[in-house]
T-cell receptor, first 113, second 110 residues
Framework: GAGVSQSPSNKVTEKGKDVELRCDPI?????LYWYRQSLGQGLEFLIY????????KSGLPSDRFSAERTGGSVSTLTIQRTQQEDSAVYLC???????????FGEGSWLTVV | GEDVEQSLFLSVREGDSSVINCTYT??????LYWYKQEPGAGLQLLTY?????DMKQDQRLTVLLNKKDKHLSLRIADTQTGDSAIYFC??????????FGTGTRLKVLA
């Protein structure tokens, strides 16, 4: 597609359930980022993928969070045993190569009730 | 550590100029960015400036960089109601990490 595509756009889940958020980057972009935007907060870096290199997971807030990127393209962010504090907008971004401008998707709004 | 700070709110009248300010801490930042986020949407790149530049102009947008004070500003001339949004400042240093500010919510009054 022309831009970064994320799904679902909105997700309401019960506390304790697992959720998966999907990101389809711009075709040909080798770098992929996940950020979290909480109400009134800036963007919090979660994880970074670049090609076949080991991802930088340093921003993942707990071991309930994990992400993978299959075939160097689509990425899935998984949150296990969701908590209310996980409620936020999860933004995915991609870049053609390291150091270039990053382009964001419209985000997945997660609400944990 | 790396940090980017912005004021949270700005209110201006339609037709006036808006100035959104940002301070950052990473002196090795090579690029600094301004992104715009409209309600319910992702972040849209507005403009960026390389660290060896002092100013960049793009139509109604003027970016000023004071590297000594680590201060970045975005001026929007002739602000319109469609400019109402959240504006994020971001820095990128020697790594691939982009550090974002908390965003400034701009409200344009008709």
């Amino acid at each position: 597609g022309a831009g970064v595509s994320q799904s679902p756009s909105n997700k309401v889940t019960e506390k304790g359930k697992d959720v998966e958020l999907r990101c389809d980057p711009i075709s040909g972009h080798t770098a992929l980022y996940w950020y979290r935007q909480s109400l009134g907060q800036g963007l919090e870096f979660l994880i970074y993928f670049q090609g076949n290199s080991a991802p930088d997971k340093s921003g993942l807030p707990s071991d309930r969070f994990s992400a993978e990127r299959t075939g160097g393209s689509v990425s899935t962010l998984t949150i296990q045993r969701t908590q209310q504090e996980d409620s936020a907008v999860y933004l995915c971004a991609s870049s053609p190569q390291v150091g270039n401008t990053i382009y964001f998707g419209e985000g997945s709004w997660l609400t944990v009730v | 550590g790396e940090d980017v700070e912005q004021s949270l709110f700005l209110s201006v009248r339609e037709g006036d100029s808006s100035v959104i300010n940002c301070t950052y801490t990473d002196s090795s930042s090579t690029y600094l960015y301004w992104y715009k986020q409209e309600p319910g949407a992702g972040l849209q790149l507005l403009t960026y400036i390389f660290s060896n530049m002092d100013m960049k102009q793009d139509q109604r947008l003027t970016v000023l960089l004071n590297k000594k004070d680590k201060h970045l500003s975005l001026r929007i001339a002739d602000t319109q109601t469609g400019d109402s949004a959240i504006y994020f400042c971001a820095e990128r240093g020697g790594t691939y990490k982009y550090i974002f500010g908390t965003g400034t919510r701009l409200k344009v009054l008709a």
